[in-house]
């Protein structure tokens, strides 16, 4: 699903990652732990197309992205990766529908079949009576459900997460991490999740860990 080769990346003088393989399979939970500064969330942005790697070769489901244009590329990030973020990252101005619907308007779906599979997700996160409410209105909980919900409205092969429970109360937490699983059960997802978060890394299939810029265990 996910194959990384010799991914290096450096910001100025500053090495952040030095030779990242890493082979992750489809429908596997995957944790990436590590101390501060060991370059966990630019592995994750790497891997999502969000930043491109100095060196090194990325593929997801089979398709090489370091040979993608940018156009490509974006088109590729919109229909097949899903993300989300500790802040949940949703527009204040829009409603929970319109926020899970926007991944997919842009992908070009029609607006009626947008709606549809928007409001589907939403049922199914339990949250068909927050349709219509926007950020402001919606618990912690709540806001990052929406998240989830709009990550996978596209039915995308990879859902990256970067601290997604970070933010939570520990019933939100544990509310999250189990709606992760269901989701791997119902859907067949892909998680790769960025967390200082013990609990969430232990319940994963298995725990990358990441030492200054190089994996010290996987």
């Not at 197309?49 to 590729?76: K, M, Q």
Request: cysteine-free.
């Amino acid at each position: 699903m996910i194959r990384t080769e010799k991914i290096t990346k450096s910001f100025g003088s500053l090495q952040v990652l030095k030779g990242i393989d890493l082979h992750i399979e489809k429908s596997e939970i995957v944790a990436i732990v590590g101390p501060s500064g060991a370059g966990k969330t630019t592995l994750l942005q790497i891997i999502g197309t969000l930043d491109p790697a100095d060196s090194g070769s990325l593929a997801i489901d089979g398709v090489r992205l370091d040979s993608l244009n940018e156009r490509e590329l974006a088109a590729f990030r919109n229909r097949n990766i899903g993300f989300v973020f500790q802040f949940h990252q949703l527009l204040p101005e829009f409603t929970a529908l319109e926020n899970v619907m926007i991944p997919a308007l842009i992908g070009k779906e029609k607006y009626q079949t947008a709606e549809k599979k928007a409001k589907e997700i939403l049922d199914f996160m339990q949250l068909s009576e927050r349709l219509n409410h926007k950020p402001a209105e919606l618990s912690g909980g709540e806001k990052q459900r929406v998240a989830v919900a709009r990550a996978l409205i596209n039915n995308p092969a990879v859902i990256l997460a970067d601290e997604p429970s970070g933010s939570l109360d520990t019933r939100n937490k544990e509310e999250l991490h189990a709606l992760f699983f269901e989701l791997r059960e119902k859907m067949r997802q892909t998680f790769v999740i960025v967390t200082h978060d013990e609990g969430l890394a232990l319940h994963a299939d298995r725990i990358i860990r990441l030492q200054d810029g190089r994996v010290i265990s996987a």
